[in-house]
């Protein structure tokens, strides 16, 4: 059974970076293609960016493009989400999801992201 595990969610103030980070484990990390996903409070889940297994291609949604950088470390079992001048309206909580043709879907449990002053 895979474990997804996020971290690095903070309070940070508008303009500030932060790097969220997604470890998979249980599974072959490598077969993996995985996406970032937000939900704010009160609002739908929203898809933010993903990464293939092969680390090519990234895709990014509109709002985040140029700020957000998805990656990832196979050797580290590890994807990463860098955030970059951070908007209050990048309040949310972060979650990132697994996706195997292999083993299916996966979620982690969520970072939580807040941007204020």
């Known amino acids: 059974q895979v474990q997804i595990v996020e971290s690095g969610g903070a309070l940070v103030q508008p303009g500030g970076s932060l790097r969220l980070s997604c470890v998979v484990s249980?599974?072959?990390?490598?077969?993996?293609?995985i996406a970032w996903y937000r939900q704010a409070p009160g609002k739908e889940r929203e898809w933010v960016a993903a990464?293939?297994?092969?680390?090519?291609?990234?895709q990014y949604t509109d709002s985040v493009k140029g700020r957000f950088t998805i990656s990832r470390d196979d050797t580290k079992n590890t994807a990463f989400l860098q955030m970059n001048d951070l908007k209050p309206e990048d309040t949310a909580t972060y979650y990132c999801?697994?996706?195997?043709?292999?083993?299916?879907?996966?979620w982690g449990q969520g970072a939580q992201v807040t941007i204020s002053s």
């Open positions: 990464i293939t297994w092969s680390g090519i291609p990234t």
């Open positions: 249980g599974r072959t990390f490598r077969n993996y293609d």
């Open positions: 999801e697994a996706e195997s043709e292999y083993y299916g879907d996966s």
